[in-house]
Nanobody, 115 residues
Framework: QVQLAESGGGSVQAGGSLKLPCAAS????????MAWYRQAPGKQRELVAR???????TYADSVQGRFTISEGAAKNAVDLEMDKLKPENTGVYFC?????????WGQGTQVTVSA
């Protein structure tokens, strides 16, 4: 059973930075993408950033130029660097991976940005 382990969440003041690492517990067969999603209180989960086949990246418009997604040092791992954080970036961040058509989700890590 594949598990995605997230870390790096916490509280920070606006303008600060955080890094969110995520790593799979075992190799994901046919992995095609990894991504980070955010769920703010009372809102639906939304895509923050995605890396496809280790090369192509896409970002939500609201984080373009401030967040960077990249492959982690380990196999089937991904990092999200978040700079110039804003209060509206607050939420639970979930790591996501897709392999051979099957999706995997992490448990989530809380990020709180205060004004």
């Amino acid at each position: 059973q594949v598990q995605l382990a997230e870390s790096g969440g916490g509280s920070v003041q606006a303008g600060g930075s955080l890094k969110l690492p995520c790593a799979a517990s075992t190799r994901i067969l046919g992995i095609s993408e990894m991504a980070w999603y955010r769920q703010a209180p009372g809102k639906q989960r939304e895509l923050v950033a995605r890396i496809f086949e280790g090369l192509q990246t896409t970002y939500a418009d609201s984080v373009q130029g401030r967040f960077t997604i990249s492959e982690g040092a380990a196999k089937n791992a991904v990092d999200l660097e978040m700079d110039k954080l804003k209060p509206e970036n607050t939420g639970v961040y979930f790591c996501y991976a897709r392999g051979l058509g099957e999706p995997f989700w992490g448990q989530g890590t809380q990020v709180t940005v205060s004004a």
